[in-house]
């Protein structure tokens, strides 16, 4: 039998249900996270020096909280937050318990790709939505958001790939998924082989991840068509 075999009779449920509990922190989160990031990252862009309706205060105290949860790691969160995940879903461990940090972790990081997403829609996009009287959700919603989504998307992909990462780190206090199962088994019982197949696993998502995300993007952007 090979050793291929040999593992996979002794740890394909095992692997399988950590690429599952994996997938589930993955998206979980990161679609709880773009809908709170898009919704802040619009008003930053909104409310910026230059932006539809400027209000410098606004701006600076979001732009201050922002840049203050994109400062703080992931580890230190995930421990920090270990009365409110509690509070919230009435575990800090599994799956349930990683994914409140995860969102708050990676709202931040969210909304400032979303500002910088839509600072580079081009200005004559946002004029000929404004010169038809349009108000400003309207504009939002008809010139900025469209004219900004292959952006986005392209966005998409490195935030599903950095909480890819967050998921690992996580499995450092028994959330689950893949990064438990390296810990677990390749770290602390010196099992080489499934610290590899791991590895494998989560180096083939991020290809996946990139690969869907990059072809979407070019299939959305309207300059490449």
Do not use: H
Not at 121 to 144: F, K, Q, T, Y
Not at 182 to 204: H, K, N, P, S, W
């Amino acid at each position: 039998m090979s050793s291929l075999s040999l593992l996979m009779d002794q740890f394909g449920a095992l692997l399988g249900q950590g690429l599952a509990d994996t997938l589930v922190m993955l998206f979980a989160s990161t679609a709880v996270a773009y809908v709170l990031g898009i919704l802040l990252g619009v008003v930053l862009c909104v409310t910026a020096p230059r932006g539809l309706r400027p209000m410098r205060t606004l701006n600076a105290v979001l732009g201050w909280v922002v840049n203050i949860g994109r400062s703080i790691p992931f580890i230190i969160l995930l421990v920090t937050m270990f009365p409110v995940t509690r509070a919230l879903v009435g575990t800090t461990t599994g799956v349930r318990g990683v994914i409140p940090p995860l969102v708050l972790s990676t709202t931040p990081f969210v909304a400032r790709m979303v500002e910088q997403s839509l600072a580079e829609v081009p200005r004559d996009a946002i004029e000929a939505a404004e010169a038809c009287g349009a108000s400003i959700p309207r504009i939002v919603v008809s010139a900025l958001l469209p004219e900004a989504l292959p952006s986005m998307v392209r966005g998409v992909s490195i935030t599903l790939i950095a909480v890819l990462g967050y998921t690992a780190i996580a499995g450092a206090v028994g959330a689950g998924g893949l990064g438990d199962i390296a810990i677990r088994y390749g770290y602390y019982r010196y099992q080489d082989e499934v610290m590899i197949a791991t590895l494998v696993l989560i180096i083939i998502l991020v290809q996946v991840i990139q690969s869907v995300f990059s072809w979407l993007s070019t299939k959305l952007d309207k300059r490449l068509r």
